[in-house]
């Protein structure tokens, strides 16, 4: 429930930016929030980042400072005149994903499964894992 949700954050990552082919200083001025501090813990979340930004930039319709010289990567008059300024908090939120399971019958295996079983069992070998080992070497040493 609670780390599932997905939230817009302080700004993009430079890697994640690197990735998408931008450079910092294009990015803030086409109104992409950057912060430099973000480190990037997972490849899913870079290339989902990645992949917003490429949407974000290939929806953005950059007008040139003059008319008469436009620059690469600038609109054409055509695309001028479609342009509709977005109106709203967020220009693209986030839409969360909800993967659904079909129901199905429980297995007798997991009808048996006892979570704090498990995790009691888990403890003891953590614990029991030192004296097991110097049993085991004792035990070889002696059938030598």
């Known amino acids: 429930k609670y780390h599932s949700k997905v939230r817009l954050g302080r700004g993009f990552s430079l890697e994640e930016l690197k990735a998408a082919g931008l450079a910092k200083l294009e990015a803030r001025s086409i109104g992409i929030s950057v912060d430099h501090r ?55 939120p986030i839409k969360p994903l909800i993967k659904r399971e079909k129901a199905r019958a429980i297995t007798d295996e997991e009808r048996k499964y006892s979570a704090f079983v498990a995790l009691r069992m888990a403890r003891a070998n953590k614990r029991l894992y030192g004296m097991r080992q110097k049993k085991a070497k004792e035990a070889a040493e002696e059938n030598r």
């Open 38 to 92: 973000r480190k990037n813990r997972s490849v899913e979340s870079l290339q989902l980042n990645v992949q917003r930004l490429k949407e974000y930039r290939s929806k953005l319709i950059v007008f040139p400072r003059k008319a008469s010289k436009p620059k690469k990567g600038d609109a054409t008059e055509e695309e001028m005149k479609l342009a509709t300024q977005q109106k709203g908090a967020a220009v693209m």
